[in-house]
């Protein structure tokens, strides 16, 4: 299984970053996915779940109405769009496999997000 995370930056408040995760290794397809983040000294946070049995999303209190988890499945490559990006949202983004609890499956590298003016 590999998982490779990209697209992270600085950017600033207000701005808008798009994170990819090139998944390999497994059924992408039939796997539901899910981005974390974890800003510094801070312990790992839930962002986003897609569901691959239905296509459904849920997105964290603090990101819901922002960001937009897609995914490709003919590219094996899920995404993350972020918009009216905060300082609060400052963090290393990673993929993982699985739903929101599956905290067994091992997550990707991380891309780091930087949101300051």
């Known amino acids: 299984v590999q998982l490779v995370e990209s697209g992270g930056g600085l950017v600033q408040p207000g701005g808008s970053l798009r994170l990819s995760c090139a998944a390999s290794g497994f059924t992408f397809g039939t796997t539901s996915m899910t981005w974390i983040r974890q800003g510094p000294g801070k312990t790992s946070e839930w962002v986003s779940t897609i569901y691959a049995e239905s296509g459904n999303t849920a997105y964290a209190d603090s990101v819901k109405g922002r960001f937009t988890i897609t995914r490709d499945n003919a590219k094996n490559t899920l995404y993350l769009q972020m918009n009216n990006l905060k300082p609060e949202d400052t963090a290393v983004y990673y993929c993982?496999?699985?739903?929101?609890?599956?905290?067994?499956?091992?997550r990707g590298q991380g891309t780091p997000v930087t949101v300051s003016s």
């Open positions: 993982r496999r699985g739903r929101r609890f599956d905290d067994h499956f091992r």
